[in-house]
């Protein structure tokens, strides 16, 4: 696995191999790497890593880390002991807002970390947001700044700008101090284990998807009969594959109305296919053949049913969706916690709708681990109807029985 590799530090020509090895052992010697990534995604299938950019320890130097970049769209430096470093468990990984960098590393480098530490939802537990980004992290609790001059740029045109190395190595120069500043929060609260937990969850990031899954995203699907929405499902599919094969975006291929058209109307030849609208008459010789196995297919294919009305769909549900939501915002309020980090609306949607219905409980993160403890019982009496919600002295929300 070869890429070249910059040293920050560096006045002279690329580093060697030797140099990403060296990186390596001190991470491992140390017990943690930081790392962040620069990738482009604009006219692609999937986002094409350009950029990765290392932190480790410095045992030279207590002031600041050192600091490696390596340019991932260029061969001669062998990267394989960092790669390996990210996936040994005994190694911390420390990233921020890293599900993006885990996903594409596992695609590109073939790497699964299993020991990560997100600054950013860490210090969702600690009264930041969750969305906080890196800069206004760093302004907060270590009260330095970062340029942000280059961040929307080429990165994968060459050669790099002295800017744009410099940007690089500036987004990782911090993040381990970052990282020590949260966690000292984090053991101050108690909540290491609950940070631990969430980042946790960061492991099975994945930029890869399933082309049969690709058609619950389509707009207007539910004007569909079951009989296109086979079809609809048979034709995003096919329109997955070869966005991959040809890497390009899915639109490009397809657009969404027109695919919905082609699964509403199912047309059986190359001239019925001329009265789509969106379909250009060069993309019906290109792919007009394709298209109509796409349907035959899904024509054969059993039918797919409407779902149930869910939950999120019912408006009598709306009332106890708002009140559900306001009980858990109070208690993240109370509790220093980020709110995105206990519940989404859609969640929340869903638990209503399995309350109403008298189903099981659906399987979200509201009502598993520490979240549960913080508001899975209180959520569950109040929308049982065993609990009700009242403002108590200094505005807050209380519960109390019925």
């Not at 390996?84 to 990233?95: G, K, T, Y």
């Not at 530490?117 to 860490?122: E, M």
């Not at 930041?128 to 961040?151: F, P, W």
Request: aromatic share 4%; glycine share 8%; with cysteine.
């Amino acid at each position: 696995m070869c890429a070249q590799t910059v040293r920050r530090d560096s006045t002279g020509p690329l580093a060697s191999s030797e140099d990403a090895a060296a990186a390596a052992a001190i991470a491992r010697e140390h017990g943690r790497i930081g790392i962040d990534t620069e990738f482009m995604s604009e006219g692609r299938y999937r986002a094409l890593l350009c950029l990765v950019q290392i932190a480790v320890d410095d045992p030279s130097n207590d002031d600041r880390p050192r600091i490696d970049l390596i340019d991932a769209l260029e061969r001669g430096v062998d990267v394989t002991p960092v790669a390996q470093l990210l996936a040994d468990p005994s190694i911390e990984v420390v990233l921020h807002a890293g599900r993006q960098d885990v996903a594409i590393l596992r695609r590109a480098w073939g790497t699964a970390m299993t020991n990560i530490f997100d600054t950013q939802l860490a210090a969702g537990f600690v009264g930041a947001s969750a969305q906080t980004g890196y800069g206004n992290l760093l302004g907060s609790m270590l009260g330095r700044r970062v340029g942000k001059t280059a961040s929307y740029t080429r990165w994968d045109a060459r050669p790099l700008t002295a800017e744009q190395l410099s940007y690089a190595a500036e987004d990782v120069a911090h993040l381990l101090e970052l990282a020590d500043e949260v966690r000292r929060r984090l053991e101050d609260t108690g909540r290491e284990s609950w940070a631990r937990e969430e980042c946790r969850r960061l492991e099975t990031a994945s930029d890869e998807r399933d082309p049969y899954d690709a058609w619950e995203r389509l707009p207007r699907i539910g004007q569909l009969d079951p009989k296109s929405r086979a079809v609809a499902r048979e034709l995003a599919a096919w329109r997955e594959r070869t966005a991959a094969e040809e890497d390009r975006p899915v639109g490009s291929v397809l657009a969404d109305p027109a695919l919905v058209e082609l699964a509403k109307r199912h047309p059986g030849n190359l001239s019925a296919l001329e009265h789509i609208r969106g379909i250009h008459p060069s993309g019906i010789r290109k792919r007009g053949p394709a298209l109509l196995d796409a349907i035959a297919i899904g024509m054969q294919a059993p039918p797919i049913p409407r779902e149930e009305t869910r939950g999120r769909s019912d408006p009598e549900d709306a009332p106890l969706i708002v009140l559900a939501e306001a009980l858990l915002r109070g208690r993240a309020l109370e509790a220093g916690l980020a709110y995105e980090l206990i519940a989404s609306r859609g969640e929340l949607e869903l638990v209503v709708a399995a309350t109403r219905r008298g189903d099981p409980e659906p399987d979200v993160r509201t009502l598993e681990g520490w979240r549960s403890e913080l508001v899975g019982a209180d959520l569950r009496a109040l929308l049982a109807g065993r609990r009700a919600v009242s403002v108590g002295p200094g505005r807050r929300l209380e519960l109390s029985d019925r």
